[in-house]
T-cell receptor
């Protein structure tokens, strides 16, 4: 199956700093990628839809100025958490559509903000 | 999207078959039934999907009720590696963002 990678797999940062997470489709091109967030013991929640070459679409309650998404190419989308705070600590997961009727997910990035 | 209902948890013995149920009484005619699973600290993994007919692949089988108001994911021989949270999700197209519910946490014991 298609492979989606994320980098880094985990990151620890100080409160107030910004963190960038990369999502790459390794063997296919993805015009659309999704970003999800998962808090401990909870399910995945959609944060935004990332479209190549255009602005991302954010879900209600997700601050677009805080979670910056850039989908500059057909194989790369980035999520930047700006001025991160402890409440932003979470498991961030991206996914991409490879064609057909399957959505492939990345392995996730564990963000811990001290 | 129509809602699905799954048991919070299930337990199975290793090498036994596992039947994971999912109710979706408000499913529309164009909704596909998708199953994903998530191992601890990993992203979700596609398992199987179907529309009306039963489906088989190397990972599992999907049995869909004739009225499509319920479905069952069947793992033919559970292994310890199958311990995960299994999500039953309805979507007209996998190209849409998926609405993950709480899923069923499967525990496999040796």
């Amino acid at each position: 199956g298609a492979v989606v990678s994320q980098h880094p797999s985990w990151v620890i940062c100080k409160s107030g700093t910004s963190v960038k997470i990369e999502c790459r489709s390794l063997d296919f091109q993805a015009t659309t990628m999704f970003w999800y967030r998962q808090f401990p013991k909870q399910s995945l929640m959609l944060m935004a839809t990332s479209n190549e070459g255009s602005k991302a679409t954010y879900e209600q309650g997700v601050e677009k100025d805080k979670f910056l998404i850039n989908h500059a190419s057909l194989t790369l989308s980035t999520l930047t958490v700006t001025s991160a705070h402890p409440e932003d600590s979470s498991f961030y997961i991206c996914s991409a559509i490879a064609g057909g009727n399957e959505q492939f997910f990345g392995p996730g990035t564990r963000l811990t903000v001290l | 999207d129509a809602k699905t209902t799954q048991p919070n948890s299930m337990e199975s013995n290793e090498e036994e078959p596992v039947h994971l149920p999912c109710n979706h009484s408000t499913i529309s005619g164009t909704d596909y039934i998708h199953w994903y699973r998530q191992l601890p600290s990993q992203g979700p993994e596609y398992v199987i999907h179907g529309l009306t007919s039963n489906v088989n692949n190397r990972m599992a089988s999907l049995a869909i009720a004739e009225d499509r108001k319920s479905s069952t994911l069947i793992l033919h021989r559970a292994t310890l590696r199958d311990a995960a949270v299994y999500y039953c999700i309805l979507s007209r197209y996998s190209g849409y963002a998926l609405n993950f519910g709480k899923g069923t946490s499967l525990l496999v014991t040796p």
